[in-house]
């Protein structure tokens, strides 16, 4: 999007909207982290103070930031002084290896490495090579950490950068095709997303927020929405379904934040029936694919609370959203969409020539406006390639209906070409979790002589539910078809997850590809 030549025009920020979140009555609550709180006033200064810390280390605006950190409040204060100081910064993945991260902190000229010490600290001992500055939250035995440091700063507020056509932010893919790709965005991008979110989630009046994955993520794009409505964020270090119930009833929490294979786990928790969770008003999910009878599930145990949404990396969370209201078990086919697109983003389904698919037929999803990525670092072929005839190519392949609604059948790369005949995972998937001894369930593609990929199951049973085989592959049988049906079921106690709570194909694929056995 061509910015206007004329400054009345320009945006704003995403420095700028930070100042505005942080100018809530200063005696409310911003921050609840196990017993430690914060107030909006405490916040606004520590804020102000860690940016000062920050230019006494060396850093200014424009200069490049890595984050590793964990669901600490201490990340949080940190990651608004960093918007506010105008650092363009990127978060690392807690997960990742030692060599993924060099290979990112090189890749993207990080200046400076911010690490909560408290859970990385050998990983920081291991990356301080690869930057200039390494800065600790906490104290080390041998310097005081960032906010030590901060605390001795002034709190008075500064300017913030008014440019809204810098690159703020680097966003890297996940790399399970190759080495990850740094996502360039503009602070437009980010202003869009939080104005798109702000018109369409159903929010609380006042969010009370509990952060069930990493901040580093997904999880934390909704902080700065909850602070501009003077919500209350608080923070689950590690999620656990316990845990969650425990303080949904103790905050009396009305929003959050989850992956499928959470809700997943916490409709097979007793904690969900010894707890008070009438509080919560509105669940946003997202992230992967959801099975349409496990939701239907959530929806008669928690309640008509929930709101999917969909988005990805190069046009973060506001592709499309399906609302509360259509979580309708009278109209269960919707619980199988993500939803329509959010208002402000152009989308269209394309077929291999760039041609609008027909109604109820598949395509790839490929939209356009001021969501997106300005493209990749250092990447510009690849850059060409995910713009190619004037749209953000997503990869994921999709039917809509005639309402509008969105049904995502798979990752383009995730779809398994067995006997000639295109197979989507989510789909078998949704139709194994549908059987009364499935607990969780993955599809995956190996090679196979005879069909060129054949299609494989791996099932976690219900607990105490005897489950066979031949059983699941009837099920598919009757339900999909020959195509759809896996050639082989393999059980397994549970499922590799990644960081952020998918289901690790990737692992799953490797793991099959050097066994043979029949168990995982």
Known sequence: MQESGNPVHAGITVAELVVRALMQPAQHVAITSGDEQLTYGQLRDKCWQVVRALQQAGLSKGDTAALLFGNRLEAVVAILAVQLLGLKYLSLHPLASLADHRFVLEDAGVKALFVDNSRYAQRAEELASSAAI???????????????????????????????????????????????????H?????????????????????????????????????????????????????????????LVEQHHINLTFMVP?????????????????????????????????????????????????????????????????????DRPHLLASCGRPIPGTRLGLFDDQMQPVPVGEVGEICVRGPLLMEGYLNRPEETEKVFAGGWLHTGD????????????????????????????????????????????CAVIGVPDEKWGEKVTA?????????????????????????????????????????ALGKIDKKTLRQQFWQTDNRQI
């Open 458 to 498: 791996i099932v976690v049973p219900k607990e105490g539910e005897p489950c066979t085989e031949q059983a699941l592959i009837e099920h598919v049988m009757q339900h999909k078809g020959a195509v759809d049906t896996p050639k082989q079921v393999i059980f397994t106690e549970e499922l590799p997850l990644t």
């Open 134 to 184: 390494v800065l600790s939250l906490y104290d080390t035995p041998d310097t005081p950490g960032l906010m030590s440091t901060a605390a001795s700063c002034d709190t008075r507020p500064m300017p913030v950068s008014d440019n809204p056509q810098e690159v703020f932010r680097l966003a890297y893919t996940g790399g399970t095709t190759g080495r990850s790709k740094g996502i360039r």
């Open 397 to 440: 392949m999709a039917r809509m209906d005639e309402e509008g609604y969105l049904y995502l059948v798979d990752r383009a790369k995730d779809m398994i070409i067995s006997g000639g005949f295109n197979v989507y995972p989510s789909e078998v998937e949704a139709c194994l979790a549908q059987h009364p001894q499935v607990a969780m």
């Open 186 to 246: 503009t602070h437009r991008t980010t202003i869009t997303m939080i104005m798109q979110m702000l018109a369409t989630y159903e929010w609380p009046a006042t969010p009370r927020y509990l952060v069930t994955t990493p901040i580093s993520h997904a999880a934390g794009s909704l902080l700065l929405p909850t602070f501009l409505k003077g919500g209350t964020v608080v923070l689950m270090e590690k999620y656990d379904a316990a845990a969650f119930c425990r």
């Open 261 to 329: 294979t959470q809700i997943y786990g916490l409709l097979e928790s007793p904690a969900v029936s010894q707890h008070d969770l009438s509080s919560l008003a509105l669940v946003l999910y997202g992230a992967a694919p959801i099975a349409p009878v496990k939701l239907a599930q959530a929806i008669e145990t928690i309640g008509p609370v929930f709101g999917q949404l969909y988005g990805q990396a190069e046009a973060p969370m506001t592709i499309a959203y399906l609302s509360r209201k259509d979580h309708d078990l």
